[in-house]
Structure formats: C-alpha cells, structure tokens
C-alpha cells in the first residue's frame, strides 16, 4: 500500500466484520510536536488476547473470504519506519482500539492519499454502521459524523448521489479550513 488512507480504510473495514456499530477515525497532525497519531475506534465484537498476540502476522486473519491479513501487520511497520509505533488494545464484547504514530518528518512517511475517498466508501458502503472522522491540525479541528447527517436526511439513504455529492464537498471544506 502507497497511500495511509487505504491503511485506514483497510483497518476500518475490520470495525465493520467484527460487527461495529461505530467505527471512529481521529487523525491528528502535531506538526509543533513532528508527530502524526492515527487513532480507530470501535464498539465491535473486540477480541480475546489470543487473537491479539496473533493480529500482527500477515498469515493470520479471523476473516473468511482471504487467508492473510496483511492491513495491521504492514501498518505497524510503517509506523516503526516513520519512528513511531502501533498499539492495539481490544476487549471482547466492547471493542478495538488502534493508534498509530509516525514523525512527520519521517522520509518513509507515506501521503495521507485520498482520505475524502476513503471516507466516503465507508460512509456509503456500510450504511449499518456509523462512521466519525475527525481530522485535527495543529489544534484545527474538523469533524463528519454520519449519525448527524443520518438525523438531517430523515430516512434518506446516505448513498443516494446528491447526498454523496454533498458529502465529499463537506469534507474538501472541512479540510480546506483546518489546512
């Protein structure tokens, strides 16, 4: 992977298998503090210690439709590549708890790529699932949280191509005004 936002979207997808009602994104750039924290939150089915000993071998995955789960073991290098390092804590029955750090001036950090594209897959493709996204800048803050615009819409499917289109305006802007 090239791009962080297809990390994020990758380990986003695993809050959505393991049955998250919630899943949060908070991606906090410190550039005073030459640090980047990638934080995932979730209110899924969490795991056992076991499985959490095991989520860092690529040949181990709980899904059934692939063999490998590569999306937490490269992450966790990338982190270690950019100085920092990746710490998961998880309970079952309660949830998972990823963050990510990484020095901002790391020449093995990758571009955040497309994070508005990222988002949006989510929002749009797990309609069961509410996903929060704050991006913080220097202190900047900027936050999308389907469960608000789900209250806004009054029964209109969050996929429906002008919400979509709304949408992503909303998070350009958001971004545009933290940058």
């Known amino acids: 992977m090239?791009?962080?936002?297809?990390?994020?979207?990758?380990?986003?997808?695993n809050s959505v298998h393991a049955d998250a009602k919630t899943a949060e994104?908070?991606?906090?750039?410190?550039?005073?503090?030459?640090?980047?924290?990638?934080?995932?939150?979730?209110?899924?089915?969490?795991?056992?210690?076991?499985?959490?000993?095991?989520?860092?071998?690529?040949f181990y995955t709980t899904r059934t439709t692939r063999k490998v789960g590569l999306g937490i073991p490269l992450f966790k290098e990338q982190c270690e590549l950019c100085g920092g390092d990746l710490v998961i804590e998880s309970t079952v029955g309660k949830g998972t708890h990823l963050v990510g750090t990484m020095k901002l001036d790391s020449v093995d950090l990758l571009p955040m790529g497309n994070?508005?594209?990222?988002?949006?897959?989510?929002?749009?493709?797990?309609?069961?699932?509410?996903?929060?996204?704050?991006?913080?800048?220097?202190?900047?803050?900027?936050?999308?949280?389907?469960?608000?615009?789900?209250?806004?819409?009054?029964?209109?499917?969050?996929?429906?191509?002008?919400?979509?289109?709304?949408?992503?305006?909303?998070?350009?802007e958001g971004l545009n005004n933290i940058n």
């Not at 994104?25 to 076991?50: H, S």
């Not at 803050?141 to 789900?150: A, H, P, S």
Request: hydrophobic share 45%.
């Open 115 to 172: 994070i508005v594209d990222t988002i949006l897959t989510l929002a749009m493709n797990e309609m069961n699932v509410d996903i929060k996204y704050t991006h913080i800048r220097d202190g900047k803050r900027f936050i999308f949280d389907t469960r608000e615009i789900k209250k806004v819409l009054n029964n209109v499917p969050i996929n429906t191509p002008d919400v979509v289109i709304w949408m992503k305006e909303y998070i350009i």
């Open 25 to 58: 994104l908070i991606i906090d750039e410190a550039i005073q503090k030459n640090l980047l924290t990638i934080d995932i939150l979730d209110d899924g089915r969490g795991m056992d210690k076991d499985i959490l000993k095991r989520v860092y071998n690529p």
């Open 2 to 13: 090239n791009e962080l936002s297809l990390y994020i979207l990758d380990i986003m997808e």
